[in-house]
């Protein structure tokens, strides 16, 4: 009996041990995880307690009944223990169903909640963006896949470290982590663009992050989450379309340039087709040059008809680099009949008509007029004189040398037109044109204009008696005598055939007549030869008349034409003055 008895005592003792124990567990598992127990549970709670610690005792005192003086208690207590466990087993009966439902409904929760997590886990690892997770010193708690993949690192290999540990470049990790704090001690997100270089790769990424501060409930510290995309794409892309944008404006400014270029030139080509005269548009083309090259200097250097030396016409721009005066020789321009250029960078001929001490830059472009060299245009600057103005600098050179050309062509038609051809005195279109005009100065200021209207004496005799070629000879010799014996300013034409027409402006009456006498003399003692042969002596008669308010041109020829007939009806050989009845003078 003795084995049995041991046997039953510890039987008892191991059972009343572990009923002591189960609360024991489940009050240490609640102290530990902090949970709690819901409120319309507390009842079922302690009744299983009670149930459990009953069931303890019962145990506890079978285990000493044999030797107990005490089983008249011993008994009423099971009693007592077995009325109260009934009666908690009655109470918990209905309870019993709610708590499997609870059971149940928490274990569904718990599944659900692996699944939201399980969810979560596969959102952050295969997000198309980069996911992590720092603590306050910004040591790498997690971080996702797609960081993993960029910066080829395992899943542990960064945690614990900052980012100053693992990013190649210690000054960005430095930067990282300034943001983080600034996270942390504003306890508000921050969004940033971050520029970080990845290993092996010189060309830098880019990345819009978001970070902001949250707190781990289970320890109650501070931490930082963020989420970074790649924006490496879109930035090279603004930065492309930047500097699209760039050379687009560069491109407009050009052509703006380009466009003002050829307006000035146009305007150029305008003025140089309206001059009257090669100064005039030397003065044009140095105006041009002062607009297209506003930051340069220049000069028009022009070869004297003697072809001995190189002046200076007309000039642009504050500095004068070159000699006013100097000789073909001193040009390599105007050597080779091609432009030359002296600069830092451009190892031209330099030139012996810069002033010294030569610096800057400085460019010769030979002027040509009528296919031949007229001169050189000399451009100086500080910096380099790029190709493009160099190609406007020839196209000014050569516009200027059409411009001279068709100056020269339009002066010899305007020469023909105006002049005769035999005696090159003005025609008698010219000579209508200009009386008009003089007798509109002398109305406006008051001063008299005289004419004089001349006809060589018993001229188709001599015509006849010489022959035509030698009565031109007469004829040319009579009118280099009458440019001989007037004034600058007067006008002698050749009326036609043997008549001469002469005016005057701002002579008196008494003037005119001695004027007049006297070139009636010289005209008769004029020698005249043709070769070694002298010819006869001619004479000429002479008609006078000076200008009143509002006569006409065509009367005021008239006047001395009439003059100038009744001089022939007179006897020839002198001179008769219209003055309302002809005076012999």
């Keep these: 009996m003795e084995p049995i008895y041991w046997n039953c005592i510890i039987a008892h003792g191991i059972t009343a041990f572990s009923y002591f124990g189960i609360p024991t567990v489940i009050g240490v598992f609640f102290a530990k995880t902090k949970a709690t127990i819901p409120s319309k549970f507390w009842l079922a709670f302690f009744l299983s307690g009670g149930f459990v610690l009953s069931c303890g005792f019962h145990h506890l005192l079978a285990a000493f009944e044999p030797h107990s003086t005490v089983s008249l208690l011993h008994l009423g207590v099971l009693d007592v223990m077995a009325f109260v466990s009934l009666s908690a087993l009655i109470y918990l009966m209905p309870t019993a169903y709610q708590i499997v439902e609870a059971i149940a409904k928490s274990q569904e929760d718990t599944s659900e909640l692996q699944r939201s997590q399980q969810m979560q886990r596969l959102f952050l690892d295969q997000g198309p963006f980069g996911a992590y997770i720092k603590d306050e010193q910004s040591r790498m708690l997690y971080y996702n896949q797609e960081l993993q993949s960029k910066f080829l690192v395992d899943s542990q290999e960064w945690l614990g470290k900052t980012d100053g540990e693992f990013l190649p470049d210690p000054e960005e990790g430095r930067r990282v982590m300034e943001n983080d704090q600034v996270v942390l001690k504003t306890l508000r997100p921050l969004k940033l663009i971050e520029e970080v270089k990845i290993s092996d790769n010189d060309q830098p990424c880019y990345w819009l992050s978001f970070k902001f501060p949250f707190t781990d409930y289970a320890t109650g510290a501070y931490r930082i989450g963020g989420i970074s995309i790649d924006i490496t794409e879109s930035i090279e892309a603004q930065r492309s379309l930047t500097s699209l944008n760039r050379q687009l404006e560069e491109k407009t400014l050009k052509l703006e340039a380009k466009k003002q270029e050829l307006i000035y030139l146009s305007e150029m080509a305008d003025m140089l087709y309206c001059c009257e005269s090669e100064d005039e548009m030397y003065q044009v083309v140095a105006l041009t040059c002062s607009k297209l090259f506003p930051n340069m200097s220049g000069c028009i250097n022009i070869i004297a008809n003697s072809k001995n030396y190189v002046q200076m016409n ?9 000699k006013e005066i100097f000789s073909q020789s001193e040009c390599w321009a ?15 001929l330099m030139c012996s008509h810069l002033i010294q001490p030569i610096s800057g830059v400085h460019l010769c472009v030979p002027l040509f007029g009528q296919s031949e060299l007229i001169g050189v245009l000399h451009i100086y600057a500080h910096e380099e004189i790029s190709p493009e103005d160099q190609q406007v600098t020839e196209i000014i050179a050569r516009t200027l040398g059409f411009a001279l050309n068709n100056l020269s062509i339009k002066k010899r038609l305007t020469y023909d037109n105006l002049r005769d051809g035999m005696t090159q005195l003005f025609n008698q279109n010219y000579m209508q044109t200009i009386t008009e005009q003089r007798l509109a100065e002398a109305d406006r200021s008051g001063q008299p204009l005289s004419i004089i209207f001349l006809d060589i004496d018993n001229f188709k ?48 009456l008494e003037v005119l007549r001695k004027r007049v006498e006297q070139l009636r003399v010289d005209v008769e003692q004029m020698q005249l030869k043709d070769g070694d042969q002298i010819l006869e002596r001619i004479t000429a008669s002479f008609g006078i008349a000076v ?17 100038m007939l009744e001089a022939k009806r007179a006897g020839k050989n002198r001179v008769m003055e219209y003055v309302n009845t002809y005076i012999n003078g």
């Design 547 to 563: 200008s009143e308010p509002g006569i006409t041109v065509k009367d005021f020829l008239n006047r001395a034409n009439q003059a």
């Design 314 to 322: 007309s000039f642009w721009g504050d500095e004068r680099n070159s």
């Design 334 to 348: 105007l050597r080779r009949g091609k432009f030359n250029l002296l600069s830092p960078h451009h190892s031209g």
């Design 461 to 508: 005799f001599y015509n006849s008696r010489y022959g035509h070629l030698t009565a031109n000879i007469v004829i040319q010799g009579l009118a280099k005598l009458l440019l001989k014996s007037i004034r600058s300013f007067d006008i002698a034409c050749r009326w036609g055939g043997e008549e001469f027409v002469i005016v005057m402006p701002n002579m008196t």
